[in-house]
């Protein structure tokens, strides 16, 4: 697989939609590289990504419930 893909390309892979990446790459959440006016995500790095944030959220959710025992 190539590391840098297309927004459209890396939406037919199925990690995200091709919707939610425009929105990461616009709040500047989605890593990646502009060639031209095409933004290529580095979809290692981007599975990397939405890993930490969801273990993250997994970590706030388990601290919230402590704080609430």
């Known amino acids: ?3 840098f893909l297309t927004i459209r390309e890396t ?3 199925g ?4 919707k939610m990446l425009r929105r990461m790459v ?3 959440e989605c ?3 502009y060639a031209g006016t095409r933004f290529l ?3 290692k790095l ?3 990504a939405l890993e930490e944030m969801s273990l993250s959220c997994g970590r706030e959710r388990g601290k919230e419930k ?3 025992r």
Do not use: F
């Not at 990690?15 to 091709?18: D, R």
């Open 66 to 68: 402590e704080a609430a």
């Open 11 to 13: 939406a037919k892979l």
């Open 46 to 48: 981007l599975e990397k």
């Open 26 to 28: 616009k709040r500047g």
């Open 1 to 3: 697989m190539n590391d």
């Open 31 to 33: 890593p990646g590289i």
């Open 41 to 43: 995500v580095n979809v």
């Open 15 to 18: 990690i995200v939609s091709e």
